[in-house]
């Protein structure tokens, strides 16, 4: 059992389960700054051009009330989300390509036989295939 609560230590504590952990944190938070938005200040807008509200708009298909009005805002939610996070990836994106440095290309590691043109090791003075002297 101490095994089992050591190695379970040593993966709750690795750096990349607690990044998720604050990810998921950061996340929730930020659905409700959204979700404030969407609700607050998008639909009322939209319920302007709707009468009676927007996020309270239904459609009655026999006994079943659907609610479209909650629906779409859902998708406005989604949508809002998946733009910023859109943004907010291909900038931080940008900035770790700021950072790094370009790679040097490596040095060619094989070379071709003038005589047969097959590729043979950079550091070869005879060709193994047709043994002809390489200069």
Do not use: Y
């Not at 998708?75 to 931080?92: G, P, R, S």
């Not at 043979?120 to 060709?127: L, P, R, Y």
């Amino acid at each position: 059992m101490k095994k089992f609560m050591a190695e379970f230590k040593e993966f709750a504590l690795k750096g990349n389960v607690m990044d998720m952990a604050i990810g998921v944190i950061i996340g929730a938070a930020f659905k409700a700054i959204i979700d404030a938005l969407v609700d607050c200040i998008i639909s009322p807008i939209i319920g302007c051009f709707i009468q009676g509200g927007f996020e309270n708009w239904t459609v009655t298909i026999g006994k079943a009330e659907l609610g479209l009005g909650a629906f779409i805002m859902a998708i406005v939610n989604f949508l809002i989300i998946a733009l910023v996070l859109f943004v907010m990836l291909k900038t931080m994106n940008k900035m770790a390509n700021l950072r790094k440095k370009p790679e040097e290309e490596a040095a060619p590691l094989t070379k071709k036989c003038p005589l047969c043109q097959s590729e043979i090791d950079i550091k070869a003075i005879k060709c193994p295939h047709c043994t002809g002297d390489i200069q």
